[in-house]
């Protein structure tokens, strides 16, 4: 009885393998049969030294499936393990409340969660990783960080970060976390914000609550969408959200290990007159690029950013007996004029690095004819919107330089570097401005250029600033 509930259990993950590779193949590829590995499976559970449980032998044998595959999207979860990821989509999660970004020097804070244990430690945007539990942090992708960072709710973790110059150790108590999946915010001028970051279970549902509201309270003239790092979710959150876009079309294609390809329609959606811009990064995957390809082939949308993470694949959830569930990728998709996306990622209409600027270039796009820019230590303000995230100001002999991105996207500028001359140079439809590395108005730290404000505004008379008790202030005539 004992090797007949052995027998099933094989018969089990063969039934899975059977379902990822003809069976043909396996047997002349390999040569290995269904019951030397039900013998293999009982002799080593019945002999081996170690003891090893056949639940163990299960979860092994799944995993050596799973390599074969060389997908990462393809998982088997066990029932807690599904439970943990399912919360993660749901944007609730334990471990200390921050979102990350990364440049050259590293991961760094770029927002750290109002109630969280890390606003409660003291950890502040700008913050640099440099150890977790006593490892290092340096040259760790950011995944590795967060998985070493994250743990079981009310367990500790010391956290050393580079603040300046200075290193700093923090001891956070981990706690239950509900990220807000959807804010949004009314710039002046008629422009509306949606920062959407995760397509979950509701998400289609709250998007479509927070744009009405955003047309309840004024006209809206304009609208910006913000889906940098968001990793996607769920493919029928991206659907709904394309519905308050197209009326009726394509949201993508898909395509299946045949070559077959079959169509997700949209029926019965709606449509914005007005201009619309969807923001990207690099961590801007899955579902939100199903909806930055959709809007950005029907032309509803301008794309703003840097190239997307190039998740171009669906997977489906399978549960298993055992309570756990098997994510299979089941699909490649395109874009509805069949533009490929898996490992590719979708192009930018406008190619803009930097957060601010592309905010501020995304906030143009969509429609604004004034810009109003106010920079305070750990926060900063655009039209009347504040983002709690750092804007670096360099001082220098009583002269404030400020990254000379987003000096270029405040005046509309195209900024491009001279290498015959070494310089960085701003164009706009009126005039050019050089800057040379070896002058004053110009300093580089770590690959980043910074901009005397002094100097800017004299090369460019539009652009005016100013300085009341250590807060910035800019704007363009």
Same mark, same amino acid.
């Given at each position: 009885?004992?090797?007949?509930?052995?027998? @099933?259990?094989?018969? *089990?993950?063969? =039934?899975?393998?059977? /379902?990822?590779? #003809?069976?043909?193949?396996?047997?002349? +590829?390999? $040569?290995?049969?269904?019951?030397?590995?039900?013998?293999?499976?009982?002799?080593?559970?019945?002999?081996?030294?170690?003891?090893?449980?056949?639940?163990?032998? @299960?979860?092994?044998? *799944?995993?050596? =499936?799973?390599?074969? /595959?060389?997908? #990462?999207?393809?998982?088997?979860?066990? +029932?807690? $393990?599904?439970?943990?990821?399912?919360?993660?989509?749901?944007?609730?999660?334990?471990?200390?409340?921050?979102?990350?970004?990364?440049?050259?020097?590293?991961?760094?804070?770029?927002?750290?969660?109002?109630?969280?244990?890390?606003?409660?430690?003291?950890?502040?945007?700008?913050?640099?990783?440099? $150890?977790?539990?006593?490892?290092?942090?340096?040259?760790?992708?950011?995944?590795?960080?967060?998985?070493?960072?994250?743990?079981?709710?009310?367990?500790?973790?010391?956290?050393?970060?580079?603040?300046?110059?200075?290193?700093?150790?923090?001891?956070?108590?981990?706690?239950?976390?509900?990220?807000?999946?959807?804010?949004?915010?009314?710039?002046?001028?008629?422009?509306?914000?949606?920062?959407?970051?995760?397509?979950?279970?509701?998400?289609?549902?709250?998007?479509?609550?927070?744009?009405?509201?955003?047309?309840?309270?004024?006209?809206?003239?304009?609208?910006?969408?913000?889906?940098?790092?968001?990793?996607?979710?769920?493919?029928?959150?991206?659907?709904?959200?394309?519905?308050?876009?197209?009326?009726?079309?394509?949201?993508?294609?898909?395509?299946?290990?045949?070559?077959?390809?079959?169509?997700?329609?949209?029926?019965?959606?709606?449509?914005?007159?007005i201009p619309v811009v969807i923001l990207v990064n690099g961590n801007s995957a899955s579902a939100s690029e199903v909806l930055s390809g959709a809007l950005q082939d029907y032309e509803i949308a301008t794309i703003i950013g840097e190239?997307?993470?190039?998740?171009?694949?669906?997977?489906?959830?399978?549960?298993?007996?055992?309570?756990?569930?098997?994510?299979?990728?089941?699909?490649?998709?395109?874009?509805?004029?069949?533009?490929?996306?898996?490992?590719?990622?979708?192009?930018?209409?406008?190619?803009?690095?930097?957060?601010?600027?592309?905010?501020?270039?995304?906030?143009?796009?969509?429609?604004?004819?004034?810009?109003?820019?106010?920079?305070?230590?750990?926060?900063?303000?655009?039209?009347?919107?504040?983002?709690?995230?750092?804007?670096?100001?360099?001082?220098?002999?009583?002269?404030?330089?400020?990254?000379?991105?987003?000096?270029?996207?405040?005046?509309?500028?195209?900024?491009?570097?001279?290498?015959?001359?070494?310089?960085?140079?701003?164009?706009?439809?009126?005039?050019?401005?050089?800057?040379?590395?070896?002058?004053?108005?110009?300093?580089?730290?770590?690959?980043?250029?910074?901009?005397?404000?002094n100097e800017f505004e004299e090369q460019f008379p539009i652009f005016n600033w100013g300085l009341t008790e250590n807060i910035i202030t800019i704007d363009v005539d």
């Amino acid at each position: 009885m004992k090797l007949l509930k052995k027998i @099933s259990t094989i018969t *089990a993950l063969f =039934m899975m393998i059977t /379902l990822l590779v #003809p069976i043909a193949v396996f047997a002349e +590829e390999n $040569e290995f049969s269904f019951e030397q590995m039900a013998e293999i499976f009982e002799k080593l559970s019945d002999y081996h030294v170690s003891g090893v449980s056949e639940s163990e032998l @299960s979860e092994a044998a *799944a995993d050596a =499936m799973l390599q074969v /595959l060389n997908d #990462p999207y393809t998982e088997y979860f066990t +029932e807690e $393990e599904w439970d943990a990821y399912e919360s993660s989509l749901q944007q609730n999660y334990v471990g200390i409340g921050v979102q990350l970004n990364e440049d050259e020097s590293g991961i760094f804070i770029d927002i750290v969660f109002p109630g969280s244990p890390a606003e409660a430690a003291g950890l502040k945007s700008g913050d640099y990783f440099a $150890e977790v539990n006593g490892e290092s942090m340096t040259g760790i992708k950011m995944s590795e960080l967060i998985s070493k960072v994250k743990g079981p709710e009310d367990t500790t973790v010391n956290i050393t970060v580079k603040r300046d110059q200075e290193m700093i150790g923090f001891e956070l108590i981990r706690k239950q976390i509900q990220l807000p999946v959807i804010t949004s915010e009314s710039f002046d001028g008629g422009v509306g914000y949606i920062q959407l970051t995760s397509f979950t279970d509701k998400a289609g549902e709250l998007f479509e609550k927070e744009l009405e509201t955003l047309q309840e309270k004024e006209d809206l003239d304009g609208l910006v969408v913000d889906l940098r790092n968001n990793p996607g979710g769920y493919l029928h959150a991206a659907l709904e959200i394309a519905e308050q876009f197209i009326e009726d079309g394509k949201l993508m294609y898909t395509r299946d290990q045949n070559g077959d390809t079959e169509v997700i329609n949209i029926e019965d959606g709606n449509s914005l007159s007005i201009p619309v811009v969807i923001l990207v990064n690099g961590n801007s995957a899955s579902a939100s690029e199903v909806l930055s390809g959709a809007l950005q082939d029907y032309e509803i949308a301008t794309i703003i950013g840097e190239q997307t993470f190039g998740k171009g694949s669906v997977q489906n959830l399978l549960p298993l007996s055992d309570g756990g569930v098997l994510k299979v990728t089941t699909y490649e998709y395109l874009t509805p004029n069949q533009n490929k996306v898996n490992q590719v990622g979708i192009t930018p209409d406008i190619e803009v690095e930097n957060r601010a600027a592309q905010l501020i270039t995304g906030l143009y796009e969509a429609g604004a004819e004034d810009i109003k820019v106010t920079i305070e230590d750990e926060r900063w303000e655009l039209n009347g919107v504040e983002f709690k995230t750092i804007i670096d100001v360099i001082e220098k002999d009583d002269n404030k330089f400020v990254p000379s991105r987003i000096l270029s996207a405040i005046i509309q500028g195209e900024i491009t570097w001279n290498s015959d001359v070494k310089a960085v140079e701003i164009i706009t439809e009126e005039s050019t401005a050089t800057f040379p590395v070896n002058s004053e108005g110009l300093m580089n730290v770590n690959g980043t250029t910074y901009i005397d404000l002094n100097e800017f505004e004299e090369q460019f008379p539009i652009f005016n600033w100013g300085l009341t008790e250590n807060i910035i202030t800019i704007d363009v005539d």
